[in-house]
Structures are given as structure tokens and as C-alpha cells.
Nanobody, 115 residues
């Protein structure tokens, strides 16, 4: 079992920035991919950004140019820097860690963007 702890969520105004952090611990499994997903009531959870252990990054079209995912493999920590936040970015953001034995999820952190 991989334990994931997210931090950094909160309430901001449109146009402001916020950075989320996710630290993985409690497992000897190698984490191949770390990612951020988000979900709002009534909609499916969607992938926002991901990064592999080799540094390959992917982004949802809705956040390209505004969000940046990064990681510190030595600390097993992934970050999501969110710039120029918009009200439509409001959601619960979940950290995800993928290994050869499956996928682990964090508890989620609320991000609310007011207009």
C-alpha cells in the first residue's frame, strides 16, 4: 500500500495561483507514474496532469499553459503549480500513484476559485 498525503488546497480568486503537493510513503513499490485528477459533483473524475519516473508529462487541454506538474523522485513527492486559476478549475483534486501492483489515491484536497 502506498500512502498519499495531499496539501495546498484552498480558496483563491480568479487569476491567482496555487500549488498542490502530494507526498508518497509507506511502500517499497516503485512508483511509475504520479498524477493529479479532479472531480466535481455530477461529473466523472478527469486527469489533469501526470508525470512518469522518466519525466514525461501530459496535461489535459483545459489546463495546458496554466498548470505545471513536477516531481522530486528522491522525496517521492509530486507538485501541481496552478496559475491563472479560473472558476471552472474548482474541484476536489486527487493525487494518484501508479505502480506495477496497482493504483493508489489520496484523500483529495478542495480547490475553490471565486470569480
Amino acid at each position: 500500500q502506498v500512502l498519499l498525503v495531499e496539501s495546498g488546497g484552498g480558496l483563491v480568486q480568479a487569476g491567482e495561483s496555487l500549488t498542490l503537493s502530494c507526498a508518497a510513503s509507506g511502500s517499497d513499490l516503485w512508483i511509475n507514474v504520479m498524477a493529479w485528477h479532479r472531480q466535481v459533483p455530477g461529473k466523472q473524475r478527469e486527469m489533469v496532469a501526470s508525470i512518469t519516473s522518466g519525466g514525461s508529462r501530459t496535461y489535459a487541454d483545459s489546463v495546458k499553459g496554466r498548470f505545471t506538474i513536477s516531481r522530486d523522485m528522491a522525496k517521492n513527492t509530486v507538485y501541481l503549480q496552478m496559475n491563472d486559476l479560473k472558476p471552472e478549475d474548482t474541484a476536489v483534486y486527487y493525487c494518484n500513484a501508479r505502480t506495477s501492483r496497482g493504483s493508489a489515491w489520496g484523500q483529495g484536497t478542495q480547490v475553490t476559485v471565486s470569480s
